[in-house]
């Protein structure tokens, strides 16, 4: 985590913001809870999947970098209301970043991780979600730009679970790469990209 921190802090600091995005120049955050998409989960049923958005109160710059969180638990337990994520994105937001905390669709159980089908589909279900919720930005970039981003400037990453599911949503770019059972197996379920929301985007 504190790698992946010091990665923003030094890449943003060439944009010669002054004290922003290396201090907390803000004293509060709003905090908005949105559905970013739905998808099928591995109990056969639709999940309305959410996140937790956060934002410097205040701000009135239009071109903030998006920070998004991904939270742990092994993709069986976890939510977006993880403790040291919801700190994470509340101390990045009074900095003057857009921060999301995501849910992502789980394994029904323990169980499922024992499989090595199951288990894929629900590692390639989670980058999914993750798309989803990048493109849920890029839309609202597209269209009036309500959340005041620079949709070049996505970041994303997490703890345990959640820092697997950012690692391959950066660096899985094509199933032909990967053994021929797990191209099948994502395929089965939507491929890279899935059909977890917002269609269109990159």
Known sequence: TSLFLTVISVSLFAQDCGLRYQTEIFSSVNITTVDYGSAVNMAGTTQTLQ???YEPVGDSITDRPVVIFCFGGSFVGGSKDSPELVAFATSLAKKGYVCASIDYRLASSLLDLLEEEKMVKVVFGAVQDGKAAIR???QDAANGNA?????NQIFIGGTSAGGILGINLAYVD????LPSTWQTWANEIGGLEGFSGNPGYC
Do not use: P
């Open 174 to 177: 094509d199933l032909a790469k």
């Open 51 to 53: 996140m937790d958005i």
């Open 147 to 151: 959340l005041g981003i620079d949709s």
């Open 136 to 138: 849920y930005f890029r």
